[in-house]
């Protein structure tokens, strides 16, 4: 089956820190450009982050560039975010999701994790 | 960056009716390559994440009901759900993936009448 597990939230301190990770299963990471979506309690989806399949292009979004760190292994089938900084208003489920993979400029998400909640509070 | 806004925010249809929801981008997601329109609509249901319903604005995803279809080009776009099911219930997102950031529509709640 292919699916996308993710891990590594909690509650955290503003200001502090914390590793999401997301991993694939039932398909090859290694082909495909993954990203990070997120979305906040009652709102709408916001899009985080991209990273390529050999990681040479990376894109953030400008409410967590400079914070936010998203990095892949391919050899594990893995992808992640490291979050410092960390604010209130990045209380969120984060998601990762699969772009597709056909051609042209871009895909649309075809696959998507459950989410792992986390939440930035003091 | 590209603004995608979503109309109406939400609505009310009868079992069987025809939703229709809008979506329009602030610059044309058109990909004059292969003449598709960088567009997609996704269905999120309360707890779940969302699922992938229509690529290059009007191709539908694998195993999607026919009642769910996608029109428009350029800048305007629209996700009909022909006869309205109980099941249908759900928030639905357009998003453009011509460019980063891969900004989303604010969604719309489409319910029960």
């Known amino acids: 089956e292919v699916q996308l597990v993710e891990s590594g939230g909690g509650l955290v301190k503003p200001g502090g820190s914390l590793r999401l990770s997301c991993a694939a299963s039932?398909?090859?990471?290694?082909?495909?450009?993954m990203h990070w979506v997120r979305q906040a309690p009652g709102k709408g989806l916001e899009w985080v982050s991209s990273?390529?399949?050999?990681?040479?292009?990376?894109s953030y979004a400008d409410s967590v560039k400079g914070r936010f760190t998203v990095s892949r292994d391919n050899a594990r089938n893995s992808l992640y975010l490291d979050m410092n900084s960390l604010r209130a208003e990045d209380t969120a489920v984060y998601s990762c999701?699969?772009?597709?993979?056909?051609?042209?400029?871009?895909?649309?998400?075809?696959?998507w994790g459950q989410g792992t909640r986390v939440s930035v509070s003091s | 960056d590209i603004v995608m806004t979503q109309s109406p925010d939400s609505l009310a249809v009868s079992l069987g009716e025809r939703a229709t929801v809008n979506c329009r981008s602030s610059?044309?997601?058109?990909?004059?390559?292969?003449?598709?329109?960088?567009l997609a609509w996704y269905q999120q249901k309360a707890g779940q994440p969302p699922k992938l319903l229509i690529y290059?604005?009007?191709t539908r995803e694998s195993g999607v009901p026919d009642r769910f279809s996608g029109s428009g080009s350029g800048t305007d776009f629209t996700l009909t759900i022909s006869s309205l099911q109980a099941e249908d219930v759900a928030v639905y997102y357009c998003?453009?993936?011509?460019?980063?950031?891969?900004?989303f529509g604010q969604g719309t709640k489409v319910e029960i009448k």
């Open positions: 999701a699969r772009e597709g993979s056909r051609p042209g400029v871009g895909d649309a998400f075809d696959i």
């Open positions: 039932g398909f090859t990471l290694s082909i495909y450009t």
């Open positions: 990273i390529s399949t050999s990681s040479s292009y990376i």
């Open positions: 610059q044309s997601v058109l990909y004059r390559s292969n003449s598709k329109n960088c």
């Open positions: 290059w604005a009007s």
């Open positions: 998003q453009q993936y011509y460019t980063d950031p891969r900004s």
